[in-house]
């Protein structure tokens, strides 16, 4: 069941019974006008930190081949405070955090999802939408502006919409922690990290199959291919 | 114009000249060695709380081990607009104050260090409440005296000067942060100097801590129990310490003999006496308190910190300490609150931090160590924004 507005403000403001049980956002800067009554949600607002992926420095993100820690070589860190805006170009992509910091307790998970408002710019917010249970964290937004037009994105503004709903299983199943915990900004990503042995595992097959070169390894250098001189006599 | 005075316009011009390249270098340095940008707002808030709503920050690492801070006004601006009025050119309205603060780059991002600030921001402080208490620290210095000569007396009374300055600035760190600042001062000063460790301008680190147990130990004391000793409010961690260190720290450990410094043994004689005076360490703890007060509105008391231990319980759970959360209102935590919590979770030891975290981390001290960082930067971040937004919203 997906909770209403007043309910995610009543359940982040009862005292918790167990710290298993503890849900918070914090801070709020706004309740009126994040969690309407009546509404199915809390906006979200933006946060201060954008990482912006720097083209320059890589031909493709290959989660296979490079070591999971991209971040010197993939994106820039870009402070913008409060006041301050952030200029988002058409098909422009980078990634922003919200202000709120979320904990979920085991029996409630969200989905964050865009604003209508934002929406008719042509933003997209966010697109691994999913917050499970015991995530703590501020929730990074997957920014891309589809529009024609350049959008200014202003640290603060209520930018996306989280609802949140009620997860019904095991109490005492043990629940997997996300490798985003304690995120205070978003951290470098590692999607292959349950996978990347038995990939690496088919990639070696794989070359020795086709008898290709590995794809990450460097380009052999350039030489200036010439014909044999032809023999006289 | 005739050729006297256009030299002596080109002459003054060129003086200011000089102090706008000074003053762009300075502002220019934060560009240069950032300083994590989180720590802006709590910190530029604490600025207006003691000098007052006209008051700004600009802060920086650097690669050294000190904290510094530059009042820019001070030294820089005042020569600079008085410089432009004499040309008839009226600059844009400004902050009056507006204080460089540099932190020592290796540990910039270690905000639970930073409540050393407070002992720089005492260090203003205490020069703008001016000569009259410079001259009050010095004339209490005259009893101690063991000199004949009017110039040793001089210096000697320079030296125990410079010492209470540095102590009173200490007091000052412990009335805003409270116990967090003695976690803070025995971490950072242990770290750079040996604990007998003296210069003209620094008491040594053992007779600076132990002044700040005897505050700190009255401040906090919750009741004394039957047999005549100390009941202390501090959190378990905390009060762990403090056990540890009280020992090192006591006033028979204090004396010139074990001492290393290039100070004139007579000269450290007379600054001792003062120091170790009950009269005058009464003395400076009250003008400490009474400033605090004036300056920052109130000082950290021994309720607020009962009230802030009750964060930890946060924090253990991955919810970075801004409001007062669950008890139906959404009051703010304070800065010094922030940091008296913790400290307190930190010196239970990061292996419960990491507990609740993926084992690709947990296991790793540096990543564990930096996440820890990060979340009380955010906090302090978070803190700022909210106070900052309540401020702009007018409630």
């Given at each position: 069941m997906i909770l209403s507005a007043d309910k995610i403000r009543a359940r982040v403001e009862a005292a918790p019974t167990s710290d298993d049980d503890w849900f918070a956002i914090t801070p709020v800067l706004d309740w009126t006008t994040q969690a309407r009554p009546g509404t199915s949600a809390i906006n979200v607002r933006l946060g201060t930190r954008f990482r912006v992926p720097?083209?320059?420095?890589?031909d493709a993100l290959d989660h296979l081949a490079a070591?999971?820690?991209?971040e010197s070589v993939y994106a820039d860190d870009v402070r913008v405070a409060v006041g301050d805006y952030f200029v988002l170009h058409p098909r422009q992509f980078v990634i922003g955090e919200t202000v709120e910091w979320f904990r979920f307790p085991r029996t409630l998970a969200g989905f964050v999802s865009g604003r209508s408002s934002w929406g008719r710019e042509g933003l997209i917010v966010a697109t691994a939408i999913v917050v499970h249970p015991f995530y703590a964290g501020v929730l990074a937004l997957e920014l891309t502006n589809l529009g024609e037009i350049p959008v200014k994105l202003y640290p603060g503004c209520q930018i996306a919409q989280l609802l949140i709903h009620e997860v019904d299983g095991d109490p005492s199943a043990k629940i997997p922690l996300s490798m985003f915990m304690a995120s205070a900004f978003p951290r470098d990503p590692d999607p292959l990290s349950h996978d990347r042995k038995v990939l690496q595992e088919f990639r070696r097959s794989f070359l020795t199959t086709t008898n290709l070169p590995p794809t990450s390894a460097p380009p052999p250098p350039a030489t200036r291919v010439t014909a044999s001189p032809a023999p006289r006599g | 114009m005739n050729d006297y005075e256009f030299d002596s316009a080109l002459m003054l011009s060129g003086r200011y000249f000089d102090k706008i390249v000074i003053l762009l270098d300075e502002v220019a340095r934060p560009i240069h060695y950032p300083a994590p940008p989180e720590l802006h707002q709590s910190l530029t808030q604490m600025v207006k709380g003691i000098f007052g709503d006209t008051g700004d920050l600009l802060l920086f690492s650097e690669p050294g081990i000190n904290y510094t801070i530059v009042d820019l006004v001070e030294k820089r601006l005042i020569d600079i607009r008085i410089g432009l009025n004499r040309y008839d050119f009226q600059p844009p309205a400004g902050p009056e104050r507006i204080f460089l603060v540099g932190l020592p780059s290796a540990e910039s991002d270690q905000a639970l260090i930073h409540c050393i600030i407070a002992h720089e921001f005492g260090h203003k402080v205490w020069d703008e409440s001016d000569v009259l208490i410079r001259l009050q620290l010095s004339a209490s210095v005259k009893p101690f005296m063991y000199l004949d000569k009017e110039e040793e007396q001089v210096a000697a009374v320079e030296v125990a000067t410079e010492w209470l300055l540095e102590l009173a600035s200490d007091l000052f760190g412990l009335y805003i942060f409270g116990p967090a600042y003695v976690c803070a001062a025995i971490h950072y000063a242990t770290a750079v100097t040996a604990l007998d460790e003296a210069s003209k301008s620094h008491p040594p680190t053992r007779v600076r801590l132990h002044l700040l147990f005897g505050l700190m130990d009255e401040m906090y004391t919750k009741s004394m129990n039957e047999q005549g000793g100390r009941e202390f409010a501090y959190g378990p961690n905390m009060s762990q310490l403090f056990d540890m260190w009280r020992p090192a720290v006591d006033a028979s450990r204090l004396g010139i003999a074990q001492m290393s410094s290039n100070v004139d043994e007579r000269y450290a004689r007379t600054a001792f006496a003062a120091i170790r005076n009950p009269d005058r360490v009464k003395e400076l703890r009250s003008m400490a308190r009474g400033l605090a007060q004036e300056r920052y509105g109130a000082y950290y008391k021994q309720e607020n910190y009962v009230r802030d231990m009750g964060l930890v319980r946060s924090i253990r759970n991955f919810?970075?300490?801004?409001q007062f959360l669950n008890e139906g209102k959404s009051e703010l935590t304070s800065v010094p609150g922030i940091l008296n919590a913790c400290w307190e979770y930190y010196l239970g030891g990061l292996e419960q931090f990491g507990s609740v975290l993926p084992a690709t981390i947990s296991s790793d001290r540096f990543a564990l160590s930096a996440i820890f960082n990060e979340f009380v930067l955010k906090t302090l971040e978070l803190s700022g924004l909210a106070g900052q937004w309540r401020e702009a919203n007018g409630s």
């Open positions: 720097r083209r320059a420095r890589l070591p999971p820690s991209l | 919810i970075p300490p801004v």
